[in-house]
């Protein structure tokens, strides 16, 4: 018997999803799967140029792909964004928040500033998103939301003090919406990759002490490549997922489980 007609669960023709921070990086990679698999995926940054990139770039792969600039931090501009949703597209099924700012100090050097803003950025417009997107999902029956959030909010080194506790928020977060919104047919879950050779990291990955170092730490002995996220995103996007709710799935080479 064949096996191909199960391969239909994980078919996303005719919904929308929106991927925050999608110009780039890992964003990228999972808007492009999401496309690749028949969703019409809503490019974000804060950069028109660089959305507009990675638009025609998707666009001349034959990908229903559109632009969505606005910056997260900022709620007036997040409001329109999802206005504008509503005028062009009248609906949402899936929001991937993936847009996450990081300030490597110790909580001693950074400043009050720079706290709120990390919180802000990582968690609070997290927030948002979800509570904007869901709002749209309860009307229309239902959705996903997915959250990008990190090993590193189980995990804990010295001198990274306000990201781990931004992303384990996040965490806190799914949690709590899967509980809120489950009733609503709408799932929430997380992704929580590993150390991933991304452009963002590309000094760390290039540098010959630390890139060796990191990929030592890790059983698979390697950095992740920025494709290997796109799998869990689309699991969860789509009707394969449909009973799973409030759990975060970890994309990290094994990297958490061992010491």
Known sequence: MSTLPYLRNFD???QVALVTGSARGLGFCI????????????????????????????????LDAHGLPFDVSRDDEMQRAFQRIDDEHGRLDVLVNNVGARNRKTLRDTSPAEIRELIDT????GMLLAKFAAER????????????????????????????????GLTGMVRALAAEFGGHHITSNAIAPGT??????????????????????NPTGRWGEPEEIAGAAV????????YVNGHVLVVDGGLSIQF
């Open 122 to 125: 990582d968690l609070v417009a």
């Open 12 to 14: 996303l023709t005719g």
């Open 137 to 168: 999902m309860m009307r229309q029956g239902g959705g996903r939301l997915i959250a990008i959030t990190s090993v590193v909010g189980e995990l804990a080194r010295a001198g990274d003090a306000v990201y781990p506790a931004a992303k384990q």
């Open 196 to 217: 991933f050779a991304t452009e963002t990291n590309a000094t760390m990955v290039a540098d010959p002490n630390v890139g060796p170092r990191v990929a030592a730490r």
């Open 31 to 62: 808007a492009r799967a999401l496309a690749g698999c028949g969703a019409r995926v809503l490019i974000n940054g804060r950069s028109a140029a660089s959305v507009d990139a990675a638009v025609a770039e998707l666009a001349n792969a034959g």
């Open 235 to 242: 699991f969860l996007a789509s009707p394969a997922a449909s």
